[in-house]
DNA sequence: GTGAAAGCGCTAACAT
DNA sequence: ATGTTAGCGCTTTCAC
């Protein structure tokens, strides 16, 4: 079934040369004659030569294969994450290679130990948001194969690391909410013990700090991402005994739940609870009123992070760095009391 | 740098054998005795010996990777489809790799030319919208690498074919439109020349014939699948002599697009003119009204597409199919008048 | 049932 | 500047 693809043998004999010589003229490295050099391109180009990957793998150890492993593709932010690494991925001739973890840390495991990750040359990771341990991990990156972390960074580990500046998005959001005159303000979290929840929990705080705000404990809520998760929160913070009168949301789904509970409840949002959220989902736009949200540079940070694998792969002593890139204020009708 | 992996060499030094024997032992091929089959696995796990694809994909001329090539990945139909595929293929083993066209014809043949392509074992493809001829694919195809096309669809050539069933899904969305007691009916659809646009085209025509109701050309128009086209497509149907009162549009992004336009223009949506799209992306519940839509099994088709192009890859003569999967009308605000 | 050896396509000493 | 050769890790005849 399988064709026979033309290897740098036939172009050797069809040349009459040896096929070390093809090998060097094809990678224009060493010393190669310009003219047999000219010679092997054109009859590569001719006989429409494609290198064998596995057979340069297996000489190089090395795949040109970088895997991806995130907890889901289907939303915003991931789906463009991952369009930023392809994007550099490709243009220096690096295969990305998908794996869905369903933010589960079981899964996450059973393909970082199961699969043929020896066949990886690197790894761009989002951690699951129920990964606690993070051993595999360190057992890859000793086994020599570089990581680099992003959005979800694991805490303790020595690896490059690209996440959105949480902490100051945080509380510039905080603030914006502040100067609305919000100030009785409640922040929807994700999952405690993932760091940018964490990061943005702070932002949170502080912004509350500094502006002498009280912060109530019934008004902080940790919970999933997502949208069912949003509109559970916002209707326990009904519930409270004083009514919060914003709500900071740890993302943008989280946040549309959280307009969908109240505009269920006929409350009118902007003027009665004003509602903003994290990410800059197209959603966003969509939904009426539309959301104030912390925009993520979420194609920046796919191509930063890919940028940085392939430093770590191709370049011998590339250190391990840790980039955080800056967020955006946008302001929609959800924040508006007038 | 690169660790020195464990081998099949490594395993039959410690156990006093020949490499052969480990090599038809770790496999369960041939005859082997089970005593020494259990001690090489054994040592296997103990070693934790990982295959080294490169080594077996030279010998065995593949390479467990699938190439996945379509428009764009940051919508909900595209996302879902390639986490459908990557669900069955690795179950399977296979790799997937990603290559995004932006929707360009150009960027789609430059992939399949200068690809790594010889190393991938097969292709799943959906095709750009102003993809016109189709001659690259012929002649991966003729070159032995199997390709499945999924959702856009390459008219002509002899290939495996997934689709939704745009026919009927049409036909079904504008039934329910003149159930609804709508009567002028336009379409804003897709580029033309793509299959699955002309079917929902199709769709709709006989639609509309088979209840006796005339269609205008003005009511018709073609344009691109983003959400400002929507818009833009929207507001030229408010210019038309006779303004319909229900509009179809190809896909929920047009139609939330349509939406945006015409409650802007104050008009209500429902009750004066009547909006069903085509997909069911998660945005249909967030919109106010919220949108009518026909679901595509998109999930369902990345698997199926997956299951074949295995098929294709590992079964001596599966012969080339096309399977059309079913849509669901999914009832909502944006058609109900009353 | 098992071993020896050739070879998949390519690169990298080592020669010349 | 180019050729010769060994070998990357694995599978697969072909012997025994």
């Given at each position: 079934?399988?064709?026979?693809?033309?290897?740098?043998?036939?172009?050797?004999?069809?040349?009459?040369?040896?096929?070390?010589?093809?090998?060097?003229?094809?990678?224009?490295?060493?010393?190669?004659?310009?003219?047999?050099?000219?010679?092997?391109?054109?009859?590569?180009?001719?006989?429409?030569?494609?290198?064998?990957?596995?057979?340069?793998?297996?000489?190089?150890?090395?795949?040109?294969?970088?895997?991806?492993?995130?907890?889901?593709?289907?939303?915003?932010?991931?789906?463009?994450?991952?369009?930023?690494?392809?994007?550099?991925?490709?243009?220096?001739?690096?295969?990305?290679?998908?794996?869905?973890?369903?933010?589960?840390?079981e899964r996450e495991m059973d393909i970082l130990n199961?699969?043929?990750?020896?066949?990886?040359?690197?790894?761009?990771?989002?951690?699951?948001?129920?990964?606690?341990?993070?051993?595999?991990?360190?057992?890859?990156?000793?086994?020599?194969?570089?990581?680099?972390?992003?959005?979800?960074?694991?805490?303790?580990?020595?690896?490059?690391?690209?996440?959105?500046?949480?902490?100051?998005?945080?509380?510039?959001?905080?603030?914006?909410?502040?100067?609305?005159?919000?100030?009785?303000?409640?922040?929807?979290?994700?999952?405690?013990?993932?760091?940018?929840?964490?990061?943005?929990?702070?932002?949170?705080?502080?912004?509350?700090?500094?502006?002498?705000?009280?912060?109530?404990?019934?008004?902080?809520?940790?919970?999933?991402?997502?949208?069912?998760?949003?509109?559970?929160?916002?209707?326990?913070?009904?519930?409270?005994?004083?009514?919060?009168?914003?709500?900071?949301?740890?993302?943008?789904?989280?946040?549309?739940?959280?307009?969908?509970?109240?505009?269920?409840?006929?409350?009118?949002?902007?003027?009665?609870?004003?509602?903003?959220?994290?990410?800059?989902?197209?959603?966003?736009?969509?939904?009426?009123?539309?959301?104030?949200?912390?925009?993520?540079?979420?194609?920046?940070?796919?191509?930063?992070?890919?940028?940085?694998?392939?430093?770590?792969?191709?370049?011998?002593?590339?250190?391990v760095q840790e980039l955080t890139l800056p967020t955006?204020?946008?302001?929609?009708?959800?924040?508006?009391?007038?």
């Amino acid at each position: 079934m399988k064709r026979h693809f033309v290897t740098i043998k036939d172009i050797a004999r069809e040349l009459n040369i040896s096929v070390a010589t093809v090998s060097r003229a094809m990678r224009d490295t060493y010393d190669v004659n310009q003219e047999t050099r000219q010679l092997v391109l054109k009859k590569a180009q001719e006989l429409n030569y494609k290198p064998n990957f596995n057979a340069t793998g297996l000489v190089k150890n090395s795949s040109h294969n970088i895997g991806v492993v995130l907890p889901t593709i289907t939303n915003y932010y991931f789906s463009t994450v991952i369009t930023g690494i392809q994007e550099v991925a490709y243009k220096k001739g690096y295969n990305i290679v998908l794996y869905i973890t369903n933010d589960s840390a079981e899964r996450e495991m059973d393909i970082l130990n199961e699969l043929s990750l020896g066949n990886m040359d690197g790894l761009l990771v989002c951690v699951s948001s129920d990964s606690r341990q993070n051993d595999h991990f360190e057992q890859i990156i000793a086994d020599g194969i570089p990581i680099v972390f992003f959005d979800r960074v694991a805490h303790d580990i020595k690896a490059s690391k690209i996440m959105q500046d949480d902490y100051h998005g945080a509380y510039q959001a905080v603030e914006h909410l502040i100067q609305q005159g919000y100030k009785k303000i409640a922040h929807i979290a994700g999952p405690a013990g993932l760091l940018f929840t964490e990061r943005r929990m702070e932002g949170f705080l502080a912004a509350m700090k500094d502006h002498r705000l009280p912060v109530k404990k019934e008004w902080i809520i940790h919970s999933g991402f997502s949208r069912d998760f949003g509109e559970k929160d916002a209707l326990q913070l009904l519930q409270s005994r004083t009514r919060p009168d914003a709500i900071f949301a740890v993302n943008d789904r989280k946040a549309i739940g959280a307009m969908l509970a109240l505009k269920k409840k006929n409350i009118r949002i902007g003027k009665q609870i004003g509602i903003i959220g994290f990410t800059n989902d197209p959603m966003c736009e969509i939904i009426s009123p539309s959301l104030t949200t912390v925009e993520e540079p979420a194609l920046e940070i796919g191509r930063k992070s890919c940028e940085f694998l392939l430093n770590h792969i191709n370049k011998k002593h590339f250190q391990v760095q840790e980039l955080t890139l800056p967020t955006k204020l946008i302001v929609r009708e959800s924040t508006m009391r007038g």
